[in-house]
């Protein structure tokens, strides 16, 4: 059974940081890319960070400088440090897997606020 669980999220203010993780049990977890989306409601969901499985990393330019995704292979766990909180990264972040064939799962999210 695939399991994808974020936690990490909360309450911080702008300036702040939060490092949420994201870990997953069921597949081979070095076989997938792992990435970090957030959806604000109303709104489409967004990609924030991707690692591979080698460790290559992309961020999105609005995150660039302040977000770091890292991996940690052995523990089946992918995390997103965030620093330097705006108010405008306030949104439910999901974590997502995906592998070369296109085989995807995702988490339930967790909620990142950021206000003051």
């Known amino acids: 059974q695939v399991q994808v669980v974020e936690s990490g999220g909360g309450l911080v203010q702008p300036g702040g940081s939060l490092r949420l993780s994201c870990t997953t049990s069921?597949?081979?977890?070095?076989?997938?890319?792992m990435n970090w989306y957030r959806q604000v409601p109303g709104k489409e969901r967004e990609l924030v960070a991707i690692?591979?499985?080698?460790?290559?990393?992309y961020y999105e330019d609005f995150v660039k400088g302040r977000f770091t995704i890292s991996r940690d292979n052995p523990k089946n766990t992918v995390y997103l440090q965030m620093n330097s909180l705006k108010p405008d990264d306030t949104a439910v972040y999901y974590c997502?897997?995906?592998?070369?064939?296109?085989?995807?799962?995702w988490g339930r999210g967790t909620l990142v606020t950021v206000s003051s």
């Open positions: 690692i591979g499985s080698p460790g290559l990393t």
């Open positions: 069921g597949f081979t977890f070095s076989n997938y890319a």
């Open positions: 997502n897997a995906q592998d070369s064939s296109g085989v995807s799962y």
